[in-house]
């Protein structure tokens, strides 16, 4: 049901007592508003009898609360820690608006220690319901609810309440009815407000048996979808590979690889729309509702990633939608190739292959392929100075993942979409990306807890790279500082050396200024790399080492100014 739609007028489901002035009062019943759970004043509310009838409570339990009492101690995002380590399990904590599946993001610290903590301060469910399958949601929400099923490998938060039938299974049938418009129309007549509580669902009514077994089907099928979507982007625990690069959408080029995985992003949108309308069909007759809602679930309800209307909201043109999810696919790529870069990934592989901590069991041979780098440090430059840096491994990296007689094609399609400048070349604007946006664009997919950490000089630009919160250890700033920032000290020294012969050469004032433009520049980022070097230097006789579970917000402080957006990151 479209948000917008959510006055009684706009449910079109008052009846006018009266023509004249008492067309703006309505008759409703004393004994319907007493129907209904805690009587509330709801008068456009019909088909109150079936609140006398079986409800949700009826064959739900709640299954309580989880409240660590202290998040940022005991939750992460599961890319912090160390894959396969016991410690940490899958937290529902509320999240966006989704329905069916997903929201998979966060951790809880589940140690011995840590539950007895929890349960010493009264934040620990009952044990029987732990590791068991329901139905969760957001708490808070900005408009509509969304429901979907909780795995049997997660945890829940008092954000995310959660619910159980006697068998531990996901009632599909309930969690269809949770996402109908019916649902909505009911629980905003019991609680009006933004928090959607466990009682507020147990009192809505649900009589199973005359719900069609169609539902079943139906709502298996949204899950299976919705889980599809969920998996096809890095931030799922569950991510195998990019969907561009599946064979399933291979095309010749890059561009015609898109498009065919375009359409079957259009495809599981309107499948997905089809059987949510189904179902809310036989809802609405089963409840006979058919004259006060509609079974219509507009596109910006249709929660899927690949769905461009719902991940960028309503009210902008196809064209710009298309823009807008080419532009992130792109990126996503790109993302997708820097994690090949640094062993997270491997185009031999399926999966997550690296991700534990110091480097420590790194093999390899699992990246034959498109290797992955030595060390795990990736020099981001704006002036091409290494022989190893993010362009440069990129473009090896397309050359290898696609067909190398559409490589060119390839580069400039993948320019195209990156906001490329006159007379740019592709690789230039896919440098001045490396250099100026992607750290961004990444912070914002990892929610401001990075997995690629920007070492950098500073303003000028003189050095920054890459390193892989996975593979850091103690001798890492040392590699930093003898592999490449002692290297470019030299580099810029020459060619500041060279200019000025350059210039001493120039025959007209033009090109002296334009050469002593030059000069200025780089003396700028001789005198920044300088003080980098110092502080590098200091912090690599540290030989600092991590602990993935303190979480990246704690080891980020570890390294005085060195690292780009402290102040985003840790708040400090």
């Known amino acids: 049901m479209n948000k917008d739609s959510e006055t009684p007028s706009a449910l079109n489901t008052a009846l006018p007592a009266k023509e004249g002035a008492e067309k703006y009062f309505f008759r409703a019943s004393a004994e319907d508003f007493k129907k209904i759970p805690g009587s509330p004043i709801a008068y456009w509310i019909k088909s109150t009898h079936l609140f006398e009838g079986e409800k949700i409570g009826d064959s739900f339990v709640s299954g309580g609360r989880n409240k660590t009492h202290d998040n940022g101690k005991y939750l992460r995002f599961f890319w912090e820690v160390r894959c396969h380590n016991e410690r940490w399990i899958s937290y529902a904590n509320g999240g966006d608006f989704r329905k069916y599946a997903g929201n998979e993001l966060q951790h809880v610290d589940w140690s011995d220690k840590a539950i007895s903590f929890y349960d010493s301060q009264g934040g620990l469910c009952n044990p029987k319901y732990w590791n068991k399958e329901g139905i969760t949601w957001s708490l808070i929400t900005s408009a509509i609810n969304s429901f979907r099923i909780k795995p049997t490998y997660s945890q829940y938060s008092s954000g995310s309440p959660t619910i159980f039938n006697e068998k531990f299974q996901c009632d599909k049938k309930a969690l269809a009815f949770l996402n109908s418009p019916i649902s909505y129309y009911y629980l905003k007549a019991i609680n009006p407000t933004l928090n959607t509580t466990v009682n507020d ?34 931030t799922s625990w569950d991510f195998t590979g990019l969907p561009l690069l599946n064979p399933d959408y291979r095309k010749s080029t890059l561009m015609a690889s898109y498009q065919k995985l375009r359409t079957y992003w259009q495809e599981m949108t309107l499948e ?3 059987l949510e309308e189904e179902n809310n069909r036989i ?57 090949c870069m640094m062993g997270r990934y491997s185009l031999d592989h399926p999966g997550l292959i690296y991700a534990h901590s110091g480097n420590i069991d790194f093999d390899p041979l699992k990246y034959k392929i498109f290797p992955a780098d030595d060390d795990g440090i990736i020099p981001i430059m704006d002036i091409d100075w290494f022989k190893d840096d993010a362009t440069k491994k990129f473009v090896e990296f397309v050359k290898i993942a696609f067909p190398p007689e559409t490589f060119d094609g390839n580069l400039e399609f993948i320019a195209d979409n990156l906001n490329p400048k006159a007379n740019e070349s592709p690789e230039d604007t896919i440098r001045r990306y490396f250099s100026t946006i992607f750290f961004k664009d990444h912070m914002k997919t990892y929610k401001k807890r990075p997995i690629y950490w920007l070492f950098s000089s500073g303003k000028q630009k003189a050095f920054e790279c890459l390193v892989y919160l996975h593979r850091y250890n103690e001798s890492t700033l040392s590699r930093m500082r003898s592999s490449y920032v002692t290297p470019l000290q030299g580099n810029i020294s020459a060619r500041i050396e060279f200019l000025d012969h350059e210039k001493d050469s120039a025959t007209n004032a033009s090109s002296q200024k334009k050469i002593q433009k030059q000069i200025d520049v780089l003396k700028k980022k001789q005198v920044e790399l300088q003080s980098f070097d110092d502080e590098l230097r200091h912090y690599a006789d540290m030989r600092i080492s991590l602990d993935l579970d303190d979480g990246v917000k704690v080891n980020y402080e570890k390294f005085g100014n060195l690292l780009a957006e402290k102040k985003a990151i840790t708040g400090k």
Request: glycine share 4%.
């Open 201 to 234: 669902v147990f009192a809505l009514p649900f009589p199973d048996e005359i719900i069609p077994k169609m539902v079943i089907k139906n709502t298996d099928r949204c899950i299976d979808v919705s889980k599809e979507d969920w998996n096809a982007f890095e």
């Open 272 to 274: 997905m729309q089809q």
């Open 283 to 339: 809802f609405i007759e089963a409840y006979g509702l058919q004259d006060e809602l509609t079974p219509d679930v507009p596109l910006h309800e249709i929660t899927l990633t690949c769905n461009p209307h719902y991940r960028y909201g309503k009210n902008k043109t196809e064209k710009e939608y298309e823009i807008l999810q080419r532009t992130d696919t792109i990126k996503e790529l790109i993302s997708y190739a820097i994690g």
